[in-house]
């Protein structure tokens, strides 16, 4: 599977945005997905993940009722709805897709998108 994140950008603290996810391929549902981010000078780290028919989802607890995962099967697309954005939400935010199922861990994910960048403005 092969993934493109798109839908970064700048906004303001407080404000929201939506990041995206392509897949290509037909097995879509198959997979896990999972969003994690990266900030400057910080480590990958893991925000959310889906369950491949969209009913499970698990969050970490720094984003935990403040983003929201969701994905179209139909669209081969995994989204992350982001609300209520703070000024340590930013970093590239990376799709991956986890055959396995959906993980907390990056070393379970084998297919990464390229990342979508989103600044937050105080």
């Known amino acids: 599977v092969q993934l493109q994140a798109f839908g970064g950008g700048l906004v303001q603290a407080g404000d929201s945005l939506r990041l995206s996810c392509a897949a290509s391929g037909r097995t879509f549902s198959s997979y896990g997905m999972g969003w994690f981010r990266q900030a400057p000078g910080k480590e990958r780290e893991f925000v959310g993940t889906?369950?491949?028919?969209?009913?499970?989802?698990f969050y970490a607890d720094s984003v935990k009722g403040r983003f929201t995962i969701s994905r179209d099967n139909a669209k081969n697309t995994v989204y992350l709805q982001m609300n209520s954005v703070k000024p340590e939400d930013a970093a590239v935010y990376y799709c991956?897709?986890?055959?396995?199922?959906?993980?907390?861990?990056?070393?379970?994910?084998?297919?990464w998108g390229q990342g979508t960048e989103v600044t937050v403005s105080s």
């Open positions: 889906i369950s491949g028919n969209g009913g499970t989802t």
């Open positions: 991956a897709a986890a055959g396995g199922g959906f993980s907390l861990k990056a070393r379970n994910y084998a297919a």
